[in-house]
């Protein structure tokens, strides 16, 4: 059955931008989009500010946008019918039955890591992080597991275009030894953060190679008493593992 109504033009141009910055897969400013569109630039600024108010799009510190860390949110019921969540989210679940801590799916959005899924700790332990929390690539056990599914060209733009920043005393901030790390994850197939992102807490990650278009990773979180190196070591097989069972099924 077919219903007559006027349509919002504003509205499919919201979604024409929305839609561009999830396939372009990188921050674009407001000339960039409007080109890109063909509308008028004070017709994309405005649409950018609406959304960036909403929290559907953030602005980066070169002044250009990417999607924002509430789109992920509402979207976040949407994605339970997607094939990666609803393939990782039992796998998530295992992790931390085996594991006592809080598993975490991770993709990429620009310069982000984004928590698509988690699965809380059994303990009395939890990580506040939740759905739709993004942080930098830059740094942490996630990111780095989404970087080494980078090209060196793209590794190397990307390190040549961004700071590094220094969230603790242990955060990597040379572009050398940072590149050195990534290289170690994508020869080693595993991530660790020891206390680089927050003191006192540790984490192990492996990267999903299930997308071409959206890299994807999934790590664990603890305290550095709950994860100290030798465990840091056979946990991080263990989600090796688990990734390759994920990948499988991503193939079936």
Known sequence: MSVEFKAVPAIYKCFDLIDL??????????????????????TVFNIVYSLVDLGILERDDE???HLGSRFYQLSKTAGKSTNLVQTARPYLEEINLKTGLTAFLVVRSALNAVVVEKADSITGFKISTEVGHSHSLFVGAGGKALLCQLTDHDLDHLLATNDLVAFTPFSCVDKVDFKKMIQKVQKEGVAFD????TEGIHAVAVPLYVSKTIPAAIYVV??????PEKRLRSWGEFIKHIADKIQKKMTV
């Not at 910055?21 to 004070?42: D, F």
């Not at 603890?222 to 994860?227: A, D, I, V």
């Open 21 to 42: 910055l999830s396939k372009t897969r990188k921050s674009l400013g407001i000339s960039a989009i409007a080109s890109a569109l063909g509308y008028h630039r004070s």
């Open 63 to 65: 002044g250009k946008f």
């Open 222 to 227: 603890g305290l550095k008493k709950m994860l």
């Open 194 to 197: 020891r206390e680089e992102y």
